[in-house]
């Protein structure tokens, strides 16, 4: 199982939000290139990079820095999201050499935009579902949808997304320990993998995931945690591979 560093950028410099309020930030880096390269040293095998100021205006507003990091570091697997809603946007991250490009408000608001993606971009595509109780969340977090996780995920699986990022909004940022079980219940429900994201905190969270990985579950984003020092990154890969390479 992977375990995926979290770069989100506002304004270019490195941030985390609570619960994806933009109003409720900590800046932990001014320069994200040298932050990705604390990751790739410690032993990242992919990042995960987000465009906050992008989600909320429906376009790419940090691709300059996200083109910076993948020049930069360009052996290294990203996959990046926030405010991708056309192809010309795919296309031009997928030149600048980032392997996956993560839909999310748009997958819910035009399901046919997946499918087209997929057909164009075969293996590149992921779809991020942000969740509160079993509903997904829209437009950075700001709405509610009444689409279902579940049925949603299966839709996907049929337009041939790589995998699915399961985020549990509720617990984003709020360094309160991962929501095992709803990540397990979509991970059985399909058969492409899910990626875990939010609420991740300590090695007992990633030794969580690891008990639960054979049921589909290949990688866990953490953000916070490694920026605060609640989690190792290093030893929290070096765990994940001892306890899912068998």
Same mark, same amino acid.
């Given at each position: 199982?992977?375990?995926?560093?979290?770069?989100?950028?506002?304004?270019?410099?490195?941030?985390?939000?609570?619960?994806?309020?933009?109003?409720?930030?900590?800046?932990?880096? %001014?320069?994200?290139? @040298?932050? +990705? #390269?604390?990751? !790739?040293? *410690? $032993?990242?095998?992919?990042?995960?990079?987000? %465009?906050?100021?992008? @989600?909320? +205006? #429906?376009?790419? !507003?940090? *691709? $300059?820095?996200?083109?910076?990091?993948?020049?930069?570091?360009?052996?290294?697997?990203?996959?990046?999201?926030?405010?991708?809603?056309?192809?010309?946007?795919?296309?031009?991250?997928?030149?600048?050499?980032?392997?996956?490009?993560?839909?999310?408000?748009?997958?819910?608001?035009?399901?046919?935009?997946?499918?087209?993606?997929?057909?164009?971009?075969?293996?590149?595509?992921?779809?991020?579902?942000?969740?509160?109780?079993?509903?997904?969340?829209?437009?950075?977090?700001?709405?509610?949808?009444?689409?279902?996780?579940?049925?949603?995920?299966?839709?996907?699986?049929?337009?041939?997304?790589?995998?699915?990022?399961?985020?549990?909004?509720?617990?984003?940022?709020?360094?309160?320990?991962?929501?095992?079980?709803?990540?397990?219940?979509?991970?059985?429900?399909?058969?492409?993998?899910?990626?875990?994201?939010?609420?991740?905190?300590?090695?007992?969270?990633?030794?969580?995931?690891?008990?639960?990985?054979?049921?589909?579950?290949?990688?866990?984003?953490?953000?916070?945690?490694?920026?605060?020092?609640?989690?190792?990154?290093?030893?929290?890969?070096?765990?994940?591979?001892?306890?899912?390479?068998?």
């Amino acid at each position: 199982m992977l375990v995926i560093p979290a770069i989100d950028l506002k304004d270019g410099k490195c941030v985390r939000l609570r619960q994806g309020r933009m109003d409720d930030e900590t800046v932990f880096s %001014d320069d994200p290139v @040298a932050m +990705a #390269g604390r990751w !790739v040293e *410690a $032993g990242a095998r992919r990042l995960h990079i987000v %465009d906050l100021n992008g @989600a909320f +205006a #429906g376009e790419p !507003v940090n *691709a $300059g820095v996200i083109h910076a990091i993948s020049a930069a570091y360009p052996e290294l697997p990203i996959q990046v999201g926030g405010g991708i809603r056309d192809e010309e946007t795919v296309q031009t991250y997928l030149n600048a050499g980032v392997q996956y490009v993560i839909i999310g408000t748009k997958a819910i608001n035009a399901p046919h935009f997946v499918n087209d993606l997929c057909l164009e971009f075969p293996g590149h595509i992921i779809v991020g579902l942000d969740a509160k109780n079993g509903k997904v969340a829209i437009d950075g977090w700001s709405k509610l949808s009444r689409h279902d996780v579940i049925d949603m995920a299966q839709h996907f699986v049929d337009d041939g997304v790589n995998s699915i990022i399961y985020t549990d909004i509720g617990r984003d940022g709020m360094m309160s320990g991962v929501n095992i079980e709803s990540t397990v219940k979509l991970a059985q429900s399909i058969n492409i993998p899910v990626i875990a994201s939010g609420g991740i905190t300590n090695m007992d969270d990633i030794r969580a995931l690891c008990a639960v990985s054979e049921e589909g579950i290949t990688g866990a984003i953490t953000g916070r945690a490694i920026y605060e020092g609640t989690l190792d990154y290093a030893e929290a890969q070096k765990l994940a591979d001892e306890q899912t390479s068998s």
